[in-house]
Protein backbone atom coordinates (compact mmCIF):
# COMPACT_ATOMS: atom_id res chain seq x y z
CA UNK A 1 0.00 0.00 0.00
CA UNK A 2 1.31 3.27 -0.81
CA UNK A 3 1.62 6.51 0.91
CA UNK A 4 -1.87 8.60 0.87
CA UNK A 5 -2.42 12.18 1.34
CA UNK A 6 -5.75 13.87 3.41
CA UNK A 7 -8.47 15.18 1.62
CA UNK A 8 -8.13 18.91 2.62
CA UNK A 9 -4.49 19.67 3.28
CA UNK A 10 -3.53 17.00 1.13
CA UNK A 11 -0.79 16.19 4.26
CA UNK A 12 1.19 13.13 3.04
CA UNK A 13 -0.07 9.92 5.38
CA UNK A 14 2.89 7.57 5.27
CA UNK A 15 2.13 3.95 4.03
CA UNK A 16 1.59 1.64 7.07
CA UNK A 17 4.61 -1.11 7.63
CA UNK A 18 6.68 1.07 5.14
CA UNK A 19 8.22 3.83 4.55
CA UNK A 20 11.19 2.97 7.50
CA UNK A 21 13.42 5.58 6.75
CA UNK A 22 11.22 7.79 5.67
CA UNK A 23 8.05 8.46 7.66
CA UNK A 24 9.91 11.20 9.88
CA UNK A 25 10.57 13.27 7.51
CA UNK A 26 7.22 13.29 5.80
CA UNK A 27 5.47 13.99 9.16
CA UNK A 28 8.35 16.63 9.71
CA UNK A 29 6.60 18.40 6.23
CA UNK A 30 3.09 17.58 7.07
CA UNK A 31 3.64 19.33 10.62
CA UNK A 32 5.51 22.11 8.73
CA UNK A 33 2.16 22.49 6.72
CA UNK A 34 -0.06 22.83 8.89
CA UNK A 35 2.37 25.35 11.47
CA UNK A 36 2.66 27.32 8.51
CA UNK A 37 -1.52 28.28 8.39
CA UNK A 38 -1.01 30.20 11.95
CA UNK A 39 0.17 33.26 12.81
CA UNK A 40 1.66 33.83 16.14
CA UNK A 41 -0.70 32.71 19.18
CA UNK A 42 -1.13 30.19 17.12
CA UNK A 43 -4.13 31.70 15.35
CA UNK A 44 -5.35 30.85 12.07
CA UNK A 45 -3.90 33.18 9.03
CA UNK A 46 -6.60 35.68 7.54
CA UNK A 47 -5.24 34.19 4.53
CA UNK A 48 -6.31 30.78 5.14
CA UNK A 49 -9.62 31.71 6.39
CA UNK A 50 -8.93 32.32 9.77
CA UNK A 51 -8.89 35.63 12.00
CA UNK A 52 -5.00 35.93 12.58
CA UNK A 53 -6.14 36.88 16.01
CA UNK A 54 -7.50 35.77 19.35
CA UNK A 55 -9.64 39.04 20.56
CA UNK A 56 -12.40 40.12 18.85
CA UNK A 57 -10.68 43.85 18.64
CA UNK A 58 -7.34 42.29 16.93
CA UNK A 59 -9.45 40.12 14.86
CA UNK A 60 -11.54 43.37 13.20
CA UNK A 61 -8.39 44.59 12.85
CA UNK A 62 -6.70 42.22 11.10
CA UNK A 63 -9.81 41.77 8.69
CA UNK A 64 -10.01 45.21 8.13
CA UNK A 65 -13.36 45.84 9.89
CA UNK A 66 -12.73 48.44 12.57
CA UNK A 67 -15.70 49.77 13.96
CA UNK A 68 -16.11 53.73 13.45
CA UNK A 69 -13.07 53.10 10.99
CA UNK A 70 -13.51 50.81 8.04
CA UNK A 71 -17.76 50.29 9.36
CA UNK A 72 -20.19 52.77 10.70
CA UNK A 73 -20.49 52.27 14.35
CA UNK A 74 -23.89 51.43 15.65
CA UNK A 75 -26.39 54.44 16.93
CA UNK A 76 -29.92 55.08 18.23
CA UNK A 77 -30.23 57.31 15.14
CA UNK A 78 -29.54 54.25 12.51
CA UNK A 79 -32.50 51.88 13.91
CA UNK A 80 -34.47 55.54 13.64
CA UNK A 81 -33.81 56.13 10.46
CA UNK A 82 -34.14 52.31 9.24
CA UNK A 83 -37.52 52.94 9.75
CA UNK A 84 -38.29 55.61 7.47
CA UNK A 85 -39.24 55.52 4.41
CA UNK A 86 -36.64 56.30 1.55
CA UNK A 87 -37.43 59.48 -0.59
CA UNK A 88 -37.93 58.62 -4.13
CA UNK A 89 -35.64 61.38 -4.79
CA UNK A 90 -32.17 62.99 -4.48
CA UNK A 91 -31.55 63.26 -0.74
CA UNK A 92 -31.04 67.02 0.08
CA UNK A 93 -27.97 68.23 1.31
CA UNK A 94 -26.76 70.77 3.51
CA UNK A 95 -24.81 72.73 1.79
CA UNK A 96 -25.27 71.46 -1.75
CA UNK A 97 -26.42 73.21 -4.86
CA UNK A 98 -30.04 71.64 -5.79
CA UNK A 99 -33.22 72.27 -7.32
CA UNK A 100 -36.36 71.98 -5.28
CA UNK A 101 -39.57 70.73 -6.54
CA UNK A 102 -43.33 70.52 -4.26
CA UNK A 103 -41.02 71.62 -0.99
CA UNK A 104 -42.93 72.99 1.65
CA UNK A 105 -41.00 75.48 3.81
CA UNK A 106 -42.63 76.35 7.63
CA UNK A 107 -41.24 79.65 9.50
CA UNK A 108 -38.57 79.31 6.58
CA UNK A 109 -35.77 81.93 7.40
CA UNK A 110 -33.51 82.93 4.49
CA UNK A 111 -30.50 84.75 5.00
CA UNK A 112 -28.39 86.55 2.80
CA UNK A 113 -31.13 87.20 0.19
CA UNK A 114 -33.24 85.03 -2.43
CA UNK A 115 -33.61 85.47 -5.76
CA UNK A 116 -36.86 85.12 -7.94
CA UNK A 117 -36.34 83.19 -11.37
CA UNK A 118 -36.66 85.95 -14.09
CA UNK A 119 -38.50 85.41 -17.23
CA UNK A 120 -37.28 87.44 -19.99
CA UNK A 121 -40.34 87.71 -23.11
CA UNK A 122 -41.72 89.73 -25.99
CA UNK A 123 -45.44 90.20 -26.13
CA UNK A 124 -46.31 90.52 -29.32
CA UNK A 125 -50.37 91.49 -29.70
CA UNK A 126 -51.14 88.64 -27.55
CA UNK A 127 -49.17 86.89 -24.25
CA UNK A 128 -50.24 84.67 -21.52
CA UNK A 129 -48.29 84.49 -18.59
CA UNK A 130 -47.07 81.14 -16.81
CA UNK A 131 -45.60 81.78 -13.29
CA UNK A 132 -43.58 78.39 -14.24
CA UNK A 133 -41.40 80.52 -16.32
CA UNK A 134 -40.82 82.89 -13.31
CA UNK A 135 -42.29 85.08 -10.85
CA UNK A 136 -40.23 87.91 -12.10
CA UNK A 137 -41.80 89.00 -15.63
CA UNK A 138 -39.70 91.28 -17.69
CA UNK A 139 -41.96 91.98 -21.04
CA UNK A 140 -40.98 94.14 -23.29
CA UNK A 141 -44.17 95.42 -25.81
CA UNK A 142 -43.21 95.00 -29.25
CA UNK A 143 -47.11 95.50 -30.30
CA UNK A 144 -50.05 96.50 -28.80
CA UNK A 145 -50.44 93.59 -26.55
CA UNK A 146 -53.27 91.53 -25.00
CA UNK A 147 -51.74 90.21 -21.74
CA UNK A 148 -53.64 86.76 -20.13
CA UNK A 149 -52.99 86.33 -16.64
CA UNK A 150 -52.71 83.04 -15.06
CA UNK A 151 -54.87 81.03 -13.10
CA UNK A 152 -55.17 83.26 -9.60
CA UNK A 153 -54.28 80.38 -7.06
CA UNK A 154 -54.67 82.05 -3.81
CA UNK A 155 -51.32 83.28 -2.04
CA UNK A 156 -49.69 83.42 -5.43
CA UNK A 157 -48.35 87.03 -6.50
CA UNK A 158 -45.23 88.14 -9.29
CA UNK A 159 -43.73 90.93 -10.38
CA UNK A 160 -43.19 92.84 -13.96
CA UNK A 161 -41.32 94.76 -15.58
CA UNK A 162 -43.35 95.87 -18.71
CA UNK A 163 -41.05 97.74 -21.29
CA UNK A 164 -42.04 99.88 -24.49
CA UNK A 165 -39.79 99.14 -27.41
CA UNK A 166 -37.90 100.92 -29.35
CA UNK A 167 -41.04 102.22 -31.08
CA UNK A 168 -43.18 102.78 -28.24
CA UNK A 169 -46.64 103.81 -27.96
CA UNK A 170 -47.59 100.13 -27.52
CA UNK A 171 -50.94 99.52 -25.23
CA UNK A 172 -51.73 97.04 -23.19
CA UNK A 173 -55.57 95.19 -22.66
CA UNK A 174 -55.37 93.08 -19.40
CA UNK A 175 -57.29 90.24 -19.44
CA UNK A 176 -59.01 89.18 -15.78
CA UNK A 177 -57.13 91.81 -13.52
CA UNK A 178 -59.01 94.42 -10.86
CA UNK A 179 -56.98 97.61 -10.18
CA UNK A 180 -57.86 99.84 -7.85
CA UNK A 181 -60.55 102.54 -8.72
CA UNK A 182 -61.66 99.92 -10.96
CA UNK A 183 -59.65 101.52 -13.57
CA UNK A 184 -56.42 100.12 -15.55
CA UNK A 185 -53.37 102.64 -15.45
CA UNK A 186 -52.28 104.28 -19.07
CA UNK A 187 -48.83 102.01 -19.04
CA UNK A 188 -45.80 104.82 -20.24
CA UNK A 189 -45.88 105.31 -23.78
CA UNK A 190 -42.13 107.04 -24.07
CA UNK A 191 -39.92 104.39 -26.46
CA UNK A 192 -37.42 102.52 -23.94
CA UNK A 193 -39.27 103.42 -20.79
CA UNK A 194 -40.40 100.87 -18.66
CA UNK A 195 -43.28 100.52 -15.61
CA UNK A 196 -43.12 98.43 -12.68
CA UNK A 197 -46.73 96.20 -11.70
CA UNK A 198 -47.55 94.18 -8.86
CA UNK A 199 -50.03 91.21 -9.08
CA UNK A 200 -51.39 88.92 -6.07
CA UNK A 201 -54.38 86.50 -6.33
CA UNK A 202 -56.90 85.38 -3.63
CA UNK A 203 -58.10 82.48 -5.45
CA UNK A 204 -60.79 84.31 -7.54
CA UNK A 205 -59.29 87.38 -9.11
CA UNK A 206 -55.62 88.97 -9.64
CA UNK A 207 -55.42 92.14 -8.05
CA UNK A 208 -52.84 94.69 -9.85
CA UNK A 209 -50.70 97.57 -8.22
CA UNK A 210 -48.65 100.40 -9.73
CA UNK A 211 -45.04 100.17 -8.37
CA UNK A 212 -43.77 103.27 -10.39
CA UNK A 213 -43.67 104.35 -14.29
CA UNK A 214 -41.54 105.54 -16.46
CA UNK A 215 -38.62 104.36 -15.66
CA UNK A 216 -35.39 104.36 -17.64
CA UNK A 217 -33.83 100.57 -17.69
Do not use: C, H
Not at 103 to 116: D, S
Request: proline share 3%.
Amino acid sequence: MADSTTTNLLLTKPEVGASTDTWGAKINTDLDSIDALFDAGPFLKVSKGGTGAGTAANARTALGLVIGTNVQAWDADLDTWAGKTAPSGTVVGTTDTQTLTNKTVEAGTFTNGYTEEVNTANTSTAYTISLADGSFQVLTLTGNATITMPTATSGKSFIMFLKQDGTGSRTVTWSTVKWAGGTAPTVTSTASKQDIYSFFADGTNWYGTTVGQNYTP
